[in-house]
């Protein structure tokens, strides 16, 4: 699994974001790399959806163009798989499960805490692009139920009232580790 975030750094150390020149550079590589593969499109879109850390307008017609295909050919393989996003994702995603285990073991309530929490909907990005919220259909941790992903981490046996103090802690670990990067 990977983690997403809402734009992804260029590849030297010192965590900036990559210009647009060079992100546009990144896609025609990868365009012209996968654009003769056999089932090359899905590949394609992975790499530019981690150049971007989403999937815009813009790029979609760019792979479309790449590929001999159309904006809607694209989209429609865009929008059936759901890792890739057509909108910005925060720094933290957060993937409730509402699988049977979880959901009737409260995943439903726990969401709703995610929502009250954060003050955002399902498919909804916080405005500081720390968090986004979405739903999974089974982790393969029913026992544990219910249970959330951030990121690439698993928060088992989840309760409601605790969600507020989890938000809390996710985001004072990322101060902290902030705070050793510029260390
Ligand atoms: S139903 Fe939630 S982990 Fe399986």
Do not use: W
């Not at 394609?44 to 050919?73: C, H, M, N, W």
């Not at 739903?135 to 309760?159: E, H, I, L, S």
Request: glycine letters at 10%; hydrophobic letters at 40%.
């Amino acid at each position: 699994m990977t983690t997403q975030s809402a734009t992804a750094p260029c590849a030297c150390a010192c965590a900036c974001e990559p210009s647009e020149q060079e992100q546009l550079k990144k896609l025609d590589e990868v365009i012209g790399e996968y654009r003769d593969k056999p089932g090359g499109l899905i590949p394609a879109l992975q790499l530019a959806q981690t150049i971007y850390g989403y999937l815009p307008e813009p790029v979609i017609r760019r792979i479309a163009d790449g590929f001999g295909k159309t904006v809607s050919e694209v989209t429609g393989v865009v929008t059936f798989y759901s890792f890739f996003t057509l909108h910005p994702r925060g720094k933290f995603l957060v993937r409730v499960c509402l699988g049977t285990a979880c959901y009737v073991r409260g995943g439903k309530e726990v969401l709703d805490a995610f929502k009250k929490k954060l003050e955002i909907e399902v498919g909804e990005t916080t405005p500081d692009r720390q968090f986004s919220l979405e739903v999974g259909r089974c982790f393969g941790a029913c026992g544990m139920a219910p249970v959330v992903m951030v990121n690439d981490t698993v928060y088992q046996r989840v309760k409601p009232a605790r969600v507020g103090e989890m938000v809390n802690q996710i985001l004072a670990g990322a101060l902290a580790a902030g705070e050793k990067e510029h260390a």
